[in-house]
């Protein structure tokens, strides 16, 4: 073997024992790229929107800039799913404490029939604090277009159901989480209690509170 030949096995062997050392020496975490508060899936942006809050407050993107959101879809006459998912929000919400960093806001779907006077009955039904939990309402066509256009979820007309003849709106199940920056960062399913052990996984990394 020719000593050129030699000196460059040896490199590739010394080079080789160095590469197993660093990642011996790197956290697992770090190594399985999920590090300390490490960074999430970006969807996109949520469009700037206008509606009204339970209160009649005017509500905007900007209003909730700076802080992580929880947002939801439902309204208040469902028959399906829209409780559970609230009480699920409630129950985030009451875990997490006044002093969060996550702020909630719900969506109705049904605004016609959910005015601000409906949402603060069923908000105050739900315990929910008005300085942390918004649920919305407004024109059709803006609730339709932040759904479809800005959390890219489905969303269909409201009508009465023939087999039980409740209101029926067709709607997605899932929480959706946006940061800050009005950016959305995880979608997850409201019926499904892994999914949501998920959301409560990620909130905490995007609050910095995870260990």
Known sequence: MSRRLLWAVLILVL??????WLAASIRPELRS????GGPLDSFGAVPDFSLTDQLGRPTSRTDLAGRAWVA???FTRCGGPCPRMSER?????????PDSKIRFVSFTVDPEYDTPAVLHE???ALGADSDRWRFLTGSRAEI?????DGFHLAMGDAEIDSATALMNVA???RFVLVDGAGIIRGYYDGEDE????GLDRDINILTGNRP
Request: hydrophobic share 55%; charged share 10%; proline share 0%.
């Open 194 to 197: 892994t999914a949501l052990a």
């Open 171 to 173: 709607h997605s199940t």
């Open 33 to 36: 790229g999920v590090a300390r």
């Open 122 to 124: 069923y908000a105050t």
């Open 89 to 97: 929000m409630a129950r985030m919400a009451n875990a997490l404490g």
């Open 15 to 20: 080079g080789g024992v160095l590469v197993a």
């Open 144 to 148: 339709l277009r932040v759904s479809i």
């Open 72 to 74: 939801d879809f439902i």
